[in-house]
Nanobody, 121 residues
Framework: QVELVESGGGMVQPGGSLRLACAAS????????MSWYRQTPGKQRELVAT???????NYADSVKGRFTASRENAKNTVYLQMNSLQPEDTAVYYC???????????????WGQGTQVTVSS
């Protein structure tokens, strides 16, 4: 019923910027919160940022001050503005949604397919 599709990844030089987007489509009651994770080879997925349905945000210390999460509720889309990118930010970035399919049901977990971000000179 729900699909999350990330976009906006690519290659950028150190110090550059990218904006990722994650659009939720399908039939669902509502989004509780959405998060951005990232993963590099041989490592577990790292929580990068979370944004709730009320718009409050949390960030990993490694990206605080450089990344900004936002949402456009009318489009069921969340964004991750990434500034001052560094090589250590290189990873596959995944969108996660905690989404209710119907009122009063326990929310389900949904993942996007991931989008590659490469920071290199």
């Amino acid at each position: 019923q729900v699909e999350l599709v990330e976009s906006g990844g690519g290659m950028v030089q150190p110090g550059g910027s990218l904006r990722l987007a994650c659009a939720a489509s399908g039939r669902f009651f509502g989004i509780n919160f959405m998060s951005w994770y990232r993963q590099t080879p041989g490592k577990q997925r790292e929580l990068v940022a979370t944004i709730t349905n009320s718009g409050s945000t949390n960030y990993a210390d490694s990206v605080k001050g450089r990344f900004t999460a936002s949402r456009e509720n009318a489009k069921n889309t969340v964004y991750l503005q990434m500034n001052s990118l560094q090589p250590e930010d290189t990873a596959v970035y995944y969108c996660y949604g905690n989404i209710r399919l119907a009122s009063l049901l326990r929310p389900n977990d949904y993942w996007g397919q991931g989008t590659q971000v490469t920071v290199s000179s």
